[in-house]
Nanobody, 126 residues
Framework: QVQLVESGGGLVQAGGSLRLSCAAS????????MAWFRQAPGKEREFVAA????????YYADSVKGRFTISRDNAKNTVYLQMNSLKPEDTAVYYC???????????????????WGQGTQVTVSS
């Protein structure tokens, strides 16, 4: 089982930027599809972005398209989420997720993803 640890969250003003990192250990994630989800208080966990094993294909929720960028460095066993033009509605706990299947399959549904990190808080003030 791969272990995932998120970092990089914090408090930022609207319009600002943050870069989240997800460091994997225990197994290499170079063949895994990876994703970021987020969960705001009182809301369900929602899909943010996903990337295939090679990093060449990415997917985004409409709400973050054009503002967030998911990327990965397989040599460092790490996935990133660059978040620009942040809005107060982006406030949530952000989670990293991994799927050890084909490396190209992905889903917006949390149940698809087999491994999760503990999350990192992102708070955007207005």
């Amino acid at each position: 089982q791969v272990q995932l640890v998120e970092s990089g969250g914090g408090l930022v003003q609207a319009g600002g930027s943050l870069r989240l990192s997800c460091a994997a250990s225990g197994r290499t994630i170079s063949t895994y599809a990876m994703a970021w989800f987020r969960q705001a208080p009182g809301k369900e966990r929602e899909f943010v972005a996903a990337v295939t094993w090679s990093g060449t294909i990415t997917y985004y929720a409409d709400s973050v398209k054009g503002r967030f960028t998911i990327s990965r460095d397989n040599a460092k066993n790490t996935v990133y989420l660059q978040m620009n033009s942040l809005k107060p509605e982006d406030t949530a706990v952000y989670y990293c997720a991994a799927d050890s299947g084909s490396g190209t399959a992905w889903s917006r549904e949390p149940i698809f993803w087999g491994s999760w990190g503990q999350g990192t808080q992102v708070t955007v003030s207005s």
